[in-house]
């Protein structure tokens, strides 16, 4: 929970992120025998209501034709997004001004930077529900590697199979045929696990998202300018903060970022390294089936083990190979951010008037997102933390103190441009090297 700018506790911003709320009213989330999952999931960041669920559909789904579960993972993301309710209708003054907002930021963005490609983005006023399918959509290269990766430890011949996948669990007789059965299974397993775990994590995202970039997620999509009212408005009530310039202020935030991602080489050096990451897993099929161990594939509710703890699931097979890639790709966030960063201030500086502390509360948004964090870096490896962006805020300072703004805009021209690990924390080496490149 963040601190508010007067030392005080900002409240929850939506009593559906209560983990001790339990819709269903059973503090141990039982249902009837009629109802194939429990009315609750306790293991998810929050309680939410599964009545909604198609468990026929879910259940014929499980054949996926794919490498992740993508019914599963669209159901599971709507629901945690929602908490299972009805979401309140957007407000048509709420679009209004935020659609002026953001074509005013367009101009004074492009102004300070020159990266006029965003001018073609879309501006989306949507809800939560909304936010998660279109993530899952962006984020579908990635998270398919990270499921063929998966996938290859599941198959019969070098699977070893937990004893809660025996024959006895599903009351049929053992014998070589139903084990042949059992194991025939397997392949159908990964993509339903992945579905559950994707789902899961792009759901609990979208209860918090303001917008689009939030989190240095690896979208494959065109850029696009969205806002979340909701979360918004939630954020503005537990900050106190003037609802014109908090709006502003995202509009600024959310174009800057889609200015960048507009560069073609930026967006696919994102995807590359988080889908080179994910390709990177070892997978020990031994450690897998020990860590399912826990789950019994006759009770599908079990599954909640994998969003409660998504990180040791995937800790226990990380390789060292993923360091290098995983280092590459912070530098990448961690400059993006403080680029972002630079010209969020010295646009916003001149244009809003409580732009401090708005930038305060961002800060620690940022910053204290808690499992939003780890659940992206539990499914997808991706971690920035304080240290990430106040390296990246150090560099673009040290490069403007050296050459001023113009030198810093060099970043974005072509891939090799941008610092790599060596020189990240050297602007004066980045400065030397790039005049080289283009004298």
């Known amino acids: 929970m963040p601190s508010s700018p007067q030392g005080g506790d900002a409240p929850d911003d939506d009593p559906d992120s209560d983990p001790s709320a339990d819709p269903s009213g059973d503090p141990n989330g039982e249902s009837g025998d009629d109802q ?10 929050f309680n939410f209501d599964l009545s909604g669920v198609e468990f026929a559909a879910l259940a ?14 669209t159901q599971l993301a709507s629901i945690v997004a929602t908490g299972g309710e009805d979401e309140p209708a957007i407000d048509t003054a709420a679009r209004t001004q935020l659609d002026e907002l953001a074509r005013a930021a367009r101009t004074h963005v492009v102004a300070e930077t020159g990266l006029a490609d965003m001018f073609s983005a879309e501006v989306r006023t949507i809800d939560r529900r909304e936010w998660a399918t279109l993530h899952l959509d962006a984020l579908k290269p990635v998270l398919e590697q990270l499921a063929i990766t998966f996938g290859a430890a599941f198959q019969p011949e070098s699977f070893v199979m937990p004893e809660t996948f025996g024959p006895e669990t599903f009351g049929i007789e053992d014998s070589p045929e139903t084990a042949d059965a059992l194991r025939s299974m397997l392949p159908m397993l990964a993509p339903l696990l992945l579905g559950v775990q994707a789902g899961s994590m792009v759901g609990y995202l979208a209860q918090h998202a303001l917008g689009r970039y939030d989190l240095p997620l690896p979208a494959a ?8 009212v909701r979360n918004i408005d939630a954020f503005e009530t537990d900050w106190s903060l003037e609802r014109a310039d908090l709006r502003f202020y995202l509009a600024i935030h959310e174009v800057v970022h889609a200015a960048v991602r507009s560069v073609s080489w930026v967006r696919k050096a994102m995807v590359e390294l988080a889908t080179e990451y994910v390709s990177g ?14 789950i019994d594939p006759s009770d599908p509710a079990s599954m909640q083990a994998l969003t409660e703890h998504p990180n040791e699931l995937l800790g226990a097979i990380r390789s060292d190979r993923q360091h290098e890639v995983l280092t590459r790709a912070r530098v990448l966030h961690a400059v993006l951010e403080g680029y972002a960063d630079v010209i969020l201030e010295r646009v916003g500086n001149q244009l809003i008037p409580t732009f401090d502390r708005i930038h305060e509360a961002m800060a620690r948004h940022r910053l204290e997102r808690g499992d939003a964090e780890r659940f992206v870096e539990g499914l997808l490896g991706l971690a920035t933390d304080r240290e990430d962006y106040e390296r990246g805020a150090a560099f673009c300072a040290g490069v403007i103190e050296r050459s001023g703004i113009e030198a810093l805009h060099h970043l974005w021209e072509r891939p090799e441009m941008a610092p790599t690990p060596n020189d990240f924390d050297a602007p004066g080496l980045w400065l030397a090297r790039i005049e080289m490149l283009d004298p």
């Open 36 to 45: 194939p999952f429990p009315s609750s999931f306790p293991g998810l960041p």
């Open 60 to 73: 014929s789904a499980l054949q996926s034709s794919g490498p992740l579960n993508w019914p599963v993972a």
């Open 221 to 228: 999509d065109e850029p696009s300018l969205c806002f979340v």
């Open 281 to 294: 897993y070892e997978v020990d099929a031994t450690i897998l089936g020990a860590r399912l161990g826990d």
